[in-house]
């Protein structure tokens, strides 16, 4: 017998796109199993094995959600032999997804209680059985440790962090959403607590384009024109007011971005 809490929520997050039916089939076979669940769609257009992008989508919006929530995560990024599947309760909340090095790019520090989790016979490293039945489990308020036992290694990624002295921080492009506004790793605390008051410039590698305000509001410029501003997740973003930042400043992923304080 099932013993949900009222409504779940399931968040799903793949790089499985819109075309093919994988993801259509997996809504289908937790509604089966879960019939009032609330299914809701984080991401599914994750650049194919790009973790990176795939854990800054989804740290960013893993913080709106309520406890209790059921995060499935299906990242095709293995090349190599297929790494286990975790499943794991942090925060109050529960994740499943492959031990690839996702998890430490999403959290500030490892997880307590994970296992990896067997695979049923001869069933695909990320089958769509086991992730119904991880999410059955953990959301019928079972134990997690009866799922598997703990892996053996947490396997982690460094992440790109900027680097700084008193006069500058150089930082990288690690994100370019769909309006094609660039996304930093250089966060408004690292910016304030260098900046300590002085003035400042962000040049702009690849053009000569160097801005020396953060704007609040793309509106704040003319249309055409170039801005720096912290976006939601606090993070320094350059963009331009109705254009492509990325097709018009030629700026790419790991692309540097440089304050001078002055």
């Not at 809490?5 to 997050?13: A, E, F, Q, S, Y």
């Not at 973790?51 to 800054?56: D, E, G, K, M, P």
């Not at 695909?124 to 036992?149: D, F, T, W």
């Amino acid at each position: 017998m099932n013993n949900f809490v009222t409504m779940p929520i399931i968040t799903l997050t793949s790089d499985w796109g819109s075309r093919d039916y994988h993801t259509a089939a997996l809504k289908g076979a937790l509604l089966s199993a879960i019939p009032e669940a609330r299914i809701v769609d984080v991401s599914h257009d994750i650049a194919r094995h790009n973790i990176q992008q795939a854990a800054f989508i989804f740290r960013n919006a893993l913080r709106f959600f309520p406890t209790g929530t059921m995060h499935l995560i299906a990242l095709q990024s293995h090349t190599g032999s297929p790494p286990g599947n975790l499943c794991l309760k942090k925060d109050s909340q529960m994740f499943m997804g492959l031990n690839d090095g996702f998890f430490s790019l999403v959290f500030d520090d490892d997880p307590i209680d994970m296992v990896e989790v067997p695979r049923a016979g001869d069933e695909p490293v990320q089958s769509i059985p086991m992730m119904v039945r991880c999410a059955v489990h953990l959301l019928n308020g079972k134990n997690v440790y009866e799922l598997g036992s703990r892996p053996e290694q947490f396997i982690r990624r460094g992440a790109f962090k900027p680097s700084f002295t008193d006069e500058l921080i150089r930082g990288v492009v690690v994100y370019i959403d769909q309006f094609g506004n660039i996304v930093t790793n250089i966060s408004r605390d690292l910016f304030e607590k260098q900046r300590a008051g002085r003035r400042f410039e962000i040049i702009i590698r690849k053009t000569t384009n160097s801005l020396e305000t953060i704007r609040l509001d793309y509106s704040e410029v003319d249309q055409g024109d170039v801005l720096a501003l912290f976006n939601e997740a606090g993070f320094l973003e350059i963009a331009i007011n109705q254009g492509n930042a990325h097709d018009l400043l030629y700026l790419r992923l790991n692309d540097h971005i440089r304050v001078e304080f002055k």
